[in-house]
């Protein structure tokens, strides 16, 4: 539990840091990542924001050594709550009260996965079958590059009102959460004894390359994105696509068995399709700008 929430601390941090950072440069695009690379690692906030989600990275390994996969996940969301804070105080973002209710429907949705959890009944899973892994993990990649390129090429239609960053949240959420799985698959290979055995028999499976692409994509695209939107928003839909695609097909592929309790099933069941739900209806543009106001004539010139 003290992993957990260390490491949404580290996240939220970590994200907040990396926006201020963005904030402050020019426009970043995934069409030239060398320029993007290139203008971020010569941020000290950057680098400072890098190394809290490095950091938390290691914390989400620890966790995944203890508890089951769907308990990580609603823990891990809780983390939203920090994440709204910092980005209201730090960078100054205010959400509408649509978008509140919609993160508020979201917390709820997980307490309610949560709940559904037996420390006695749950088990964690060591590894999951190769081909089941690659199954739940390829066409994810895919979509998820599919779905960004196509909020991309949206976003430049001209008179477009401005997008509040679902589509990119949800499609960066997607190759967050192969990477999540693949985490998941890496800590099953951590061990204090037979270390070059270990180490020989991860780079034989599939988790340390979905990491590197992940990884890479990820990053890339989460910058360009997180650049362009709102952090109390598109972080929020991030991690909730992350935590619901790594509950439930994390679950399916590492074989973590279903609550086999009815109470406890239902509420699995509907904090899922709760999420899911909030998702499809959160407000996909962002409001216009206001008009500047007009000046006011005088009344000089009024009587001319």
Same mark, same amino acid.
């Given at each position: 539990?003290?992993?957990?929430?260390?490491?949404?601390?580290?996240?939220?941090?970590?994200?907040?840091?990396?926006?201020?950072?963005?904030?402050?440069?020019?426009?970043?695009?995934?069409?030239?990542?060398?320029?993007?690379?290139?203008?971020?690692?010569?941020?000290?906030?950057?680098?400072?924001?890098?190394?809290?989600?490095?950091?938390?990275?290691?914390?989400?390994?620890?966790?995944?050594?203890?508890?089951?996969?769907?308990?990580?996940?609603?823990?891990?969301?809780?983390?939203?709550?920090?994440?709204?804070?910092?980005?209201?105080?730090?960078?100054?973002?205010?959400?509408?009260?649509?978008?509140?209710?919609?993160?508020?429907?979201?917390?709820?949705?997980?307490?309610?996965?949560?709940?559904?959890?037996?420390?006695?009944?749950?088990? %964690?899973?060591?590894?999951?079958? #190769?081909?089941?892994?690659? $199954?739940?993990? +390829?066409?994810? &990649? *895919?979509? /998820?590059?599919? @779905?960004?390129?196509?909020?991309?090429?949206?976003?430049?239609?001209?008179?477009?009102?401005?997008?509040?960053?679902?589509?990119?949240?949800?499609?960066?959420?997607?190759?967050?959460?192969?990477?999540?799985?693949?985490?998941?698959?890496?800590?099953?290979?951590?061990?204090?004894?037979?270390?070059?055995?270990?180490?020989?028999?991860?780079?034989?499976?599939?988790?340390?390359?979905?990491?590197?692409?992940?990884?890479?994509?990820?990053?890339?695209?989460?910058?360009?994105?997180?650049?362009?939107?709102?952090?109390?928003?598109? %972080?929020?839909?991030?991690?909730? #696509?992350?935590?619901?695609? $790594?509950?439930? +097909?994390?679950? &399916? *592929?590492? /074989?973590?068995? @279903?609550?086999?309790?009815?109470?406890?099933?239902?509420?699995?069941?509907?904090?899922?399709?709760?999420?899911?739900?909030?998702?499809?209806?959160?407000?996909?543009?962002?409001?216009?700008?206001?008009?500047?106001?007009?000046?006011?004539?005088?009344?000089?010139?009024?009587?001319?």
């Amino acid at each position: 539990m003290t992993a957990a929430l260390l490491a949404n601390v580290l996240y939220s941090t970590g994200f907040v840091l990396e926006k201020r950072a963005l904030t402050a440069m020019p426009a970043v695009s995934v069409r030239n990542p060398v320029r993007l690379l290139r203008q971020v690692i010569t941020s000290p906030l950057w680098i400072g924001g890098s190394l809290s989600l490095a950091a938390g990275f290691g914390a989400q390994l620890a966790v995944y050594r203890t508890l089951p996969i769907a308990a990580a996940q609603g823990i891990f969301v809780s983390g939203l709550v920090l994440l709204l804070l910092l980005s209201s105080v730090l960078l100054g973002e205010q959400t509408s009260g649509r978008e509140r209710y919609a993160v508020g429907a979201i917390l709820l949705a997980l307490l309610m996965v949560v709940l559904s959890l037996s420390e006695d009944a749950d088990t %964690v899973s060591r590894s999951a079958p #190769v081909p089941l892994v690659l $199954t739940v993990c +390829l066409p994810s &990649l *895919a979509a /998820g590059v599919w @779905l960004y390129g196509s909020a991309e090429r949206r976003a430049k239609h001209r008179h477009r009102l401005p997008t509040a960053g679902v589509e990119y949240g949800v499609a960066v959420g997607l190759l967050y959460g192969v990477s999540s799985l693949a985490i998941k698959g890496v800590s099953s290979y951590l061990t204090t004894r037979g270390l070059g055995a270990a180490l020989l028999d991860l780079l034989r499976s599939p988790y340390p390359y979905l990491l590197l692409f992940t990884g890479a994509f990820g990053l890339v695209m989460s910058q360009a994105a997180l650049q362009r939107c709102r952090a109390s928003l598109i %972080v929020p839909v991030c991690t909730t #696509v992350t935590s619901l695609f $790594t509950a439930v +097909l994390g679950t &399916l *592929a590492f /074989g973590e068995p @279903l609550p086999d309790q009815p109470l406890r099933l239902a509420l699995r069941i509907a904090g899922t399709a709760l999420a899911v739900s909030v998702l499809l209806v959160m407000p996909k543009h962002d409001a216009p700008p206001a008009p500047p106001p007009q000046p006011t004539p005088s009344t000089k010139e009024l009587t001319s």
